[in-house]
């Protein structure tokens, strides 16, 4: 008989969620974000890593603003276009921005986050130890309800493609700010679907850690 290489408990027994220090405000909104400068793409290429090793610093907003927006944000007003490319230009997957503070859900349009869950979820997010201290973590949700125009056995890897491609606009512009990232998909889905209270038809797709990288690197 082959033994599994973990303990089933420790996959379905998520990490429970950190009640907050204080009441967080319902929106935070972010100044106009920055569309130009930073480093050359290449150079971005060159510079990209995974990482694993977090100080607990902030990040803050205005950085926080700029990073969402790479990853998703409205690069073309006319029409609504995003910085991420989506199948029919359905836009199914929402980016959920976990802080210590509470757990926020991103709205592209009016460039702000909105407050989901008055709880700090960073470390239900996985089983790293670094998710108990690393400032922000991304959660990739689909609303595969919003593609209607996709034969149903293709939503979900359309889902996943999209949510490939905000999570590398996430790699490069951690890369060009000298930002620490990592990305994961081992998390208990149900346990964080109930924590942010996800609508029925969300599937929970892949989760990035961001923040910066430890003293001692």
Known sequence: ???????????????????????????????APRRYGSMPLLDALAAR?????????????????????????????????????????????????????????????AHQLVLVA??????????????????????????????????PRQREKFAYAGAGAILWNVYLFCASAGLAAAARGWMNRTALAVNLKLPVGSCVLLAQTVGHFARNQ
Do not use: C
């Open 1 to 31: 008989m082959i033994k599994p290489l973990f303990r089933i408990g420790a996959v379905l027994n998520a990490p429970r969620p950190r009640a907050v220090e204080a009441e967080p405000p319902a929106v935070i909104g972010f100044p």
């Open 49 to 109: 890593q995974t990482t694993r090793s977090f100080s607990s610093d902030t990040i803050d907003t205005d950085l926080l603003g700029d990073l969402l927006w790479a990853a998703d944000g409205i690069n073309r007003a006319a029409d609504g276009g995003r910085t991420a490319p989506s199948a029919l230009g359905r836009y199914e997957v929402d980016i959920y921005v976990l802080l210590a503070t509470g757990s926020y859900r991103y709205q592209p349009t």
């Open 118 to 151: 008055a709880l700090d979820l960073r470390a239900t997010t996985g089983y790293q130890d670094f998710l108990a201290h690393a400032p922000v973590d991304l959660v990739y949700v689909s609303d595969l309800d919003r593609m209607q125009d996709v034969p």
